[in-house]
């Protein structure tokens, strides 16, 4: 049963709309972005990036970096331009195109690289603190000012947004003093770094580094505060990459130019040494760290307001979902956050959270150019972007960032995307209802319409599988029927449960409440197929219909699953539909239950032989199948062949269990001699302890309906019987030797 996100009939998801006095793009995405990426990295490791790898690798990092962050610009600038992006930025996105599942599955782990960016932050900021003020203590400075930063966050976002402007204008005058500042020491530019013994390696460079570039989600993660998503986003972010990229590649130059590797390497403050103010750096390194702490803590919460309100996050804590005020402020979410971050302050350090951070953003990234990607692919009539970006790009964004993962830290990597699908799998048990579409159906028809124009009409007994069509009526009368299909498929054949209603119940609601409670009904008892209803002036006919019609291209049901009927008053137009069906070339199953013991306790099946062609093959098939299904695990088959005398009694018995070997189906041959009993006799003695039997039936000609009266003379008082009628045009002997030729036997 699945968990609807509304207790009433769909509506339009429940959205806050932005005021008129929104956040535009400079203030709301521009501003918040660019201050994350100038942020604790430039100011306190990019000088231990350069002397590490050098002026040429800088370079290379910045550039990689950049890239795989200007194409995940683009699919998230394809994505705002499509859809109205609400609160929660990434996740919105993701949850909207993708499914609840996989927005889940990221928004999770997106929401904790958010709440460890603010510890990020807050420690670079306490790192520097102590730096110039060794007499203070580390910790307590970095919780204080974590502490303070959600303060602001908590007194109103505009507030905070206001404050960055301040802070930006700090950050501008630490840049100006850097470039008109001077070397500390000679030194020639070092193009690949430090020695060996003193650098550390490219790809852990590259992960410390990567946190600076990641500010594209300061701007998305205040979708919601935004007066126009869909324009500020894109434009906002686009901006913000490019000055961040210009600014990154020119002070690497700086760097290499006026201090040597060693140097760059051991004094995380080198900025301030090398400037004409050095002040300014100070300005400049807290007034960074707090802006990207302060985006960090308006960001997070927001997402963990959306993920609460679209019941993603355990019951428990749907009151996360709350907003306060006009502009829907998450003041409990914020609480919450700061618990998070301030446990990671305690116990993390600069070094250790950013390249955790790495992955998180990387996998996030990768998931969203995906996003965008497919919904190119698809090119469905719901996905009309204003800024179009080709599928290349953005599949080309999600391959760079899966392999710059595995290029950093493989085992983190693996670690990180199990935990993504045990989130995705955690979810999807507890079958979260959206009130929206997504694209997953357009996925799956992608796949369906080239699976579908791939299979040739004619049947390869390789791959052959009964795709049986149930007319079970009301299912919970005929409860055996889908059970007994079920047991055949496996949850792999196709499996479809219908039922024809006379014109006289026939209203369209009608017909969609029977659907439905027939897919609620298999649900329930975790039966996977598909169903259809239809009308007719009486069911015999609407029988035929269906079978003649139902299908798409070559995927058509080839095993047909009924009840029998003992009405004599209806016989003749139930035997016109089986003539129909065998017409048809599909199989026929006729299931005759004896209705006090149903199918007993399903520890043996009587085959009764015939030779491989027709039925027997296709019984011998079945009996397989069913033997192999959960249900009849631990039971036995028996393959019964009935001769005339003790003489040829021996020959048929090695013969037949030679054939058992070579099918390979577990079946035990039981040859009987008849001593004059008729087979009807033989038949009730040797099967009235069985649980089920499977028997043969002629093929339907003009006596068909004399020859089924007596066929239902003949099953009285014997177990639960299935009459098998083949009807396909197949070689079953060649579905169970799985061979060219075979030998029949």
């Known amino acids: 049963m699945k968990i609807p996100f509304i207790n009433s009939a769909p509506k339009a998801e429940k959205v806050i709309e932005s005021s008129k006095d929104g956040l535009g793009t400079f203030g709301g995405v521009f501003t918040p972005s660019i201050l994350t990426i100038l942020g604790v990295i430039m100011y306190l490791r990019f000088g231990w990036v350069v002397g590490n790898v050098g002026l040429i690798g800088t370079l290379i990092i910045v550039t990689l970096s950049t890239a795989i962050t200007f194409l995940t610009a683009l699919s998230i600038a394809s994505i705002a331009t499509d859809q109205r992006v609400r609160g929660g930025g990434a996740y919105y996105m993701i949850s909207r195109s993708l499914g609840i599942e996989s927005g889940g599955a990221i928004g999770i782990p997106l929401y904790i690289a958010q709440a460890l960016s603010v510890a990020l932050y807050t420690v670079g900021f306490a790192e520097s603190v102590v730096q110039v003020f060794p007499i203070l203590n580390f910790k307590l400075v970095g919780i204080i000012t974590t502490i303070l930063v959600t303060v602001l966050a908590l007194v109103s976002a505009k507030t905070a947004i206001r404050a960055q402007y301040f802070i930006m204008f700090g950050i501008a005058i630490s840049l100006l003093s850097l470039i008109f500042g001077k070397p500390i020491e000679p030194t020639e530019i070092e193009l690949w770094g430090a020695s060996d013994r003193n650098s550390e390696p490219f790809w852990v460079v590259f992960a410390v580094f990567f946190p600076a570039v990641t500010g594209i989600m300061a701007g998305v993660n205040m979708s919601g505060d935004l007066k126009d998503p869909g324009k500020s986003i894109p434009f906002g972010t686009f901006a913000a990459v490019g000055v961040g990229y210009l600014i990154y590649m020119g002070l690497p130059i700086i760097l290499a130019n006026r201090a040597d590797a060693i140097t760059l390497i051991e004094n995380p403050l080198i900025m301030r040494q090398i400037s004409y103010w050095g002040d300014a750096i100070l300005i400049g390194v807290w007034g960074a760290t707090l802006s990207s702490a302060l985006g960090s803590i308006l960001g997070a919460p927001r997402v963990l307001q959306a993920l609460a309100r679209d019941r993603v996050l355990p019951k428990w804590m749907n009151f996360l979902g709350q907003g306060s005020g006009d502009d829907d402020a998450p003041r409990m979410g914020t609480i919450v956050t700061l618990v998070f971050a301030l446990a990671a302050v305690y116990f993390g350090d600069l070094d250790l959270i950013a390249p955790v951070l790495t992955m998180f953003f990387l996998t996030t990234y990768g998931v969203l150019n995906i996003t965008a990607g497919i919904e190119r692919i698809l090119g469905s009539p719901s996905f009309r972007p204003k800024f179009k970006v080709h599928w290349i790009f953005s599949i080309a964004g999600a391959i760079g960032c899966i392999a710059v993962m595995f290029l950093i830290n493989a085992t983190a990597t693996i670690i990180a995307f199990i935990f993504v699908l045990v989130i995705y799998f955690w979810l999807e048990r507890r079958e979260l209802e959206s009130t929206w579409g997504d694209v997953r159906r357009g996925i799956w028809m992608a796949i369906t319409r080239a699976g579908l124009l791939r299979i040739r009409t004619e049947e390869d007994p390789k791959t052959w599988r009964p795709n049986p069509l149930v007319l079970s009526g009301a299912p919970t009368k005929r409860w055996h029927l889908i059970d007994l299909a079920s047991s055949f498929t496996h949850n792999r054949g196709l499996l479809t449960v219908s039922t024809v209603i006379t014109n006289n119940q026939f209203s369209v609601d009608h017909q969609n409440k029977i659907e439905d409670n027939i897919r609620e009904f298999l649900s329930k008892r975790g039966i996977q197929g598909l169903v259809k209803v239809i009308t007719a002036e009486d069911p015999f006919g609407g029988g035929e219909r269906l079978v003649e019609a139902y299908g798409l291209g070559a995927l058509v049901p080839n095993t047909i699953i009924l009840g029998d ?181």
């Open 565 to 745: 009927s003992e009405n004599e008053e209806i016989r003749k137009d139930y035997c016109r539909m089986i003539t129909t069906f065998h017409r048809l070339q599909r199989n026929v199953l006729i299931v005759h239950d004896d209705k006090q013991r149903g199918f007993g306790k399903k520890k043996r099946i009587d085959i009764w032989w015939g030779g491989l062609k027709g039925n027997g093959g296709l019984m011998m098939i079945l009996g397989y199948l069913l033997q192999s299904s959960r249900s009849w695990y631990d039971s036995e088959v028996y393959l019964k062949m009935v001769v005339s005398s003790e003489k040829g009694a021996e020959d048929a018995q090695k013969n037949l269990t030679e054939i058992s070997q070579k099918l390979r189906t577990g079946a035990k041959a039981q040859v009987i001699v008849s001593n004059g009993r008729t087979f009807d006799e033989i038949l009730h003695e040797s099967s009235k302890e069985t649980d089920l039997i499977f028997m043969g039936m002629a093929k339907p000609d003009k006596n068909f309906l004399t020859y089924y009266g007596n066929i239902q003379e003949r099953l009285k008082g014997l177990p639960t019987t299935i009459l098998v009628l083949a009807g396909e045009e197949i070689s079953y002997g060649e579905v169970l030797y799985q061979q060219d030729e075979f030998q029949e036997d």
